[in-house]
């Protein structure tokens, strides 16, 4: 099924959007009200290091997943590679993120920060994984 070329520069770069959206979504834009929103500050959320690692880790699991997603699916440019990574979040982090809303009693801003920055992400690295097809 997944028997495509995979993009390897498309995954990498996928992964310094992430770290680099990240940084600004989580740090100049939204940090202060999401780190109301989760009831913490600085100094609760632990080592800096430890997380920056498990970002670059999950994100690249992220970005090799959503390549393999849209190239099996025959995206061929960036606007169909865009359209399916919509479509996925949409379908996966979007719904999962609704479910805290609905079951655990997140806030509305808390989801929309969070879904927010999936989305941005999602159309980025459908963008770049669209160019590489």
């Known amino acids: 099924m997944f028997d495509t070329q995979l993009h390897v520069w498309a995954v990498l770069l996928g992964v310094v959007a992430h770290a680099v959206l990240g940084m600004l979504w ?6 202060k009200r999401w780190m109301a929103l ?11 290091m430890q997380a920056m ?11 090799y997943f959503l390549d393999r997603i849209v190239t ?18 949409f379908g996966f982090i979007l719904m999962y993120d609704l479910l805290k809303y609905f079951y655990e009693g ?16 999602f159309v980025a690295a459908g963008a770049i994984i669209g160019a590489f097809l």
């Open 72 to 89: 099996g699916m025959g995206a061929d440019g960036i606007g169909s590679a865009i359209m399916i990574a919509f479509w996925i979040w």
């Open 38 to 48: 989760v009831g913490k500050t600085p100094d609760d959320l632990g080592n800096p």
């Open 106 to 121: 997140r806030s509305t801003g808390l989801v929309s920060i969070d879904t927010g920055f999936e989305l941005v992400w």
């Open 53 to 63: 690692v498990g970002g670059l880790v999950t994100s690249l699991f992220k970005a």
């Open 26 to 31: 989580f740090g100049p834009l939204f940090g």
